[in-house]
T-cell receptor, first 117, second 114 residues
């Protein structure tokens, strides 16, 4: 597609339920990132996929959070047993990947606004 | 660990006035530095980035930023603000080799008075 696509755009869920958030990166982008943006805050890094390498999960806040990516395509972020503090906008970004010593621009999706009630 | 401080939560300027948004970072080596803009209903858009070389970088929409190593700063500037520049601006720092795994500041909300 033309840009990074995320679905759903909005999700309201009850505390304790599991949710899945989807990200379709730009075609050909090997790197994919998930970030979380809480109200009035900057973005917090969650997880990073680069090609077939093991993902960098260093930003995941708890074991209730997990993410998968199939090849260089769609990624799914799953939050189990949601809590009210999980309410945030979850942003996905993709880029052409990383060359040592050189970075490439990340393109962000519109995000999924998650509200846990 | 790297960190970013944006000391101004809100800034209001008149249309046509100059703008400077402050950003200070903490990082043990020469960082990658970025400014992003987030408008209502829009995704984040990259304004400019610094990797190396000339410390004054030009970006889109008439923005520029200057990397000052001695002050650990990367302030964003625009000589004449337009009403359409009203948005939230985020400074971010990345580690070399870390791709777009970035640490973001908390943002500065810019309001433009007509």
């Amino acid at each position: 597609g033309a840009g990074v696509s995320q679905s759903p755009s909005n999700k309201v869920t009850e505390k304790g339920k599991d949710v899945e958030l989807r990200c379709d990166p730009i075609s050909g982008h090997t790197a994919l990132y998930w970030y979380r943006q809480r109200l009035g805050q900057g973005l917090e890094f969650l997880i990073y996929f680069q090609g077939n390498s093991a993902p960098d999960k260093s930003g995941l806040p708890s074991d209730r959070f997990s993410a998968e990516r199939t090849g260089e395509s769609v990624s799914t972020l799953t939050i189990q047993r949601t809590q009210q503090e999980d309410s945030a906008v979850y942003l996905c970004a993709s880029s052409l990947g990383v060359t040592p010593g050189l970075n490439t621009e990340a393109f962000f999706g519109q995000g999924t606004r998650l509200t846990v009630v | 660990a790297q960190s970013v401080t944006q000391p101004d939560i809100h800034i209001t300027v008149s249309e046509g006035a100059s703008l400077e948004l402050r950003c200070n970072y903490s990082y043990g080596a020469t960082p990658y530095l970025f400014w992003y803009v987030q408008s209502p209903g829009q995704g984040l858009q990259l304004l400019l980035k610094y990797f190396s070389g000339d410390t004054l970088v030009q970006g889109i929409k008439g923005f520029e930023a200057e990397f000052k190593r001695s002050q650990s700063s990367f302030n964003l500037r625009k000589p004449s603000v337009h009403w359409s520049d009203a948005a939230e601006y985020f400074c971010a720092v990345g580690a070399r080799g870390g791709g777009n795994k970035l640490t973001f500041g908390t943002g500065t909300q810019l309001k433009v008075e007509l």
